[in-house]
């Protein structure tokens, strides 16, 4: 505009003296009051044209790269909810910008919204009355699976036992057995004090995973890298290596495959996210996760028996490395009331859900519960309800 004028020709001849009712000079800055409305239409398209690029941009990068790059753990750290979020706040910013504007931009991030719902983790069926699975029968299994934050060390002992010993399960999988010295996990022995607070459960302990059992365990087939455990292994490399943990149990005849999971957390978060040192033990990290998940996997996939896989998973629904798994097995969330379930951090907002509860098609899951570890922890618990399928 601003260049057709500077190129207008002039007017020839005598120029008109203004008449008595002629306007006279515009104040000034009254030219950029009147165009100050479309100045901001403007701005605001550009700004939401960038935002849904931007946002269009990571949507797309996270299918192709979470779960198969291991840089992307970074980005992967973003809160599930915003895959739904984040369109709907932009959608209702498109009534400021030019209808010229909003004709793409609407279908773009419609687009983004119905993409970005299955991989935001929320659960819709429990908006749906009613929805849910049936009744339990009679004589259904109460699991409870729970990351500890540290078993006892970091609370009052007498409270931590207390609040197991309400949840009254017939099976407990539980992660991180150990203490927290000098920033690195170290061992503990609370094995008399567990039996004591739990007469008549079998106990099963691996590293840091404690798995606790009203029924008969029948067997402890190691996962993956358990395989190369030994009766002298170092407790410190039995940590690393022992992240999933079988047992399998006897109840009421038929043998049921119990796993409980620990996958390593992405990240250390207590290095400088500036050094070199940080994203090599990033990418170690990653090959362990990739293992374990592996591991996972086929021996599930070799196993005849009804199984429950809950613990830790250190994963969001947005995240690929969980594909191989809800591709094969059911996630017991169908079974839940939360709308948006977020294990961590229940001591926050808890945005994230880590923990993860599946289960075969010869398990049938009536509950799932996320429930508030009473300040013992920085997880939700996950409290389940199965029964056998006939």
């Given amino acids: 505009m601003f260049l057709k004028q500077a190129l207008r020709p002039r007017a ?22 009147r165009d100050r409305p479309g100045r901001v239409r403007t701005a605001a398209a550009r700004t939401l044209i960038a935002a849904t690029v931007l946002w269009g941009l990571y949507s797309l990068l996270n299918v192709a790269l979470s779960g198969r790059w291991w840089l992307w753990l970074l980005p992967d750290l973003v809160p599930p909810v915003c895959f739904v979020a984040v369109p709907v706040v932009l959608l209702a910013l498109t009534g400021v910008p030019a209808r010229a504007a909003r004709r793409w931009l609407v279908p773009a991030l419609v687009l983004l919204l119905v993409t970005g719902v299955s991989r935001a983790g929320l659960h819709w069926g429990a908006l749906v009355p009613g929805g849910g699975p049936g009744p339990a029968p009679a004589g259904a299994l109460k699991v409870f699976s729970w990351n500890t934050k540290y078993w006892d060390t970091a609370d009052d002992p007498d409270a931590f036992y207390r609040f197991l010993k309400a949840q009254d399960a017939d099976v407990y999988l539980l992660q991180e057995y150990l203490a927290w010295v000098d920033d690195r996990p170290a061992p503990i022995d609370e094995e008399a004090r567990i039996r004591r607070e739990f007469p008549g459960y079998h106990l099963v302990v691996l590293g840091e995973q404690v798995t606790l059992s009203r029924f008969p365990v029948v067997a402890r087939p190691p996962v993956g890298q358990g395989a190369s455990i030994r009766a002298g292994t170092p407790w410190r490399e039995v940590f690393e290596r022992g992240k999933v943990l079988r047992t399998d149990v006897r109840v009421r005849g038929r043998v049921v495959s119990l796993y409980n999971v620990h996958i390593p957390v992405q990240l250390d978060i207590g290095r400088n996210w500036l050094s070199r040192g940080f994203y090599g033990e990033m990418r170690q990290r990653d090959a362990a996760r990739r293992a374990h ?13 009804p199984l429950l896989i809950a613990g830790d998973f250190n994963t969001t629904p947005a995240m690929g490395d969980l594909d191989g798994l809800r591709d094969a097995l059911d996630d017991a969330l169908p079974a839940s009331d939360t709308f948006m379930p977020g294990t961590w951090n229940s001591e926050g907002l808890g945005l994230w859900r880590l923990d993860w509860a599946f289960t075969n098609d010869a398990l049938r899951v009536h509950r799932y519960a996320f429930e508030d570890p009473a300040g013992l922890s920085d997880h939700q618990a996950q409290s389940l309800l199965v029964s056998l399928a006939r």
Avoid: C, V
Avoid at 293 to 305: E, F, K, M, S, T
């Fill in 12 to 33: 020839e001849g005598p120029r008109a003296t203004p008449g008595p009712d002629a306007a006279g000079p515009a104040a000034p800055g009254s030219g950029t009051r």
């Fill in 293 to 305: 998940y592996a591991a996972l996997r086929r021996d599930a996939a070799g196993n005849p028996n």
